[in-house]
């Protein structure tokens, strides 16, 4: 059970920092104009996705060197 919460923890902090990160970019640059939804879509995917990425490599990280 401490797992699944270590998991959800992980992946929500990986989440707010590739959030944070992502604010960086302009994207309005690579976007047509008045296409916000479909923009904000594109936003939160590509930030799911590297906060997946980011908890799976740190996940890996911390059970390889405590076992």
């Known amino acids: 059970m401490l797992d699944f919460y270590l998991r959800t923890l992980i992946y929500l902090i990986c989440f707010i920092l590739s959030?944070?990160?992502?604010?960086?970019?302009?994207?309005?640059?690579f976007l047509k104009q008045g296409k916000i939804l479909p923009a904000q879509v594109l936003y939160y995917i590509i930030a799911c996705s590297l906060a997946y990425?980011?908890?799976n490599f740190l996940m890996a990280i911390i059970y390889r060197f405590h076992s």
Do not use: I
Not at 19 to 29: H, I, K, M, Q, V
């Open 19 to 29: 959030l944070y990160g992502l604010s960086a970019l302009d994207f309005s640059r």
């Open 53 to 55: 990425l980011m908890g």
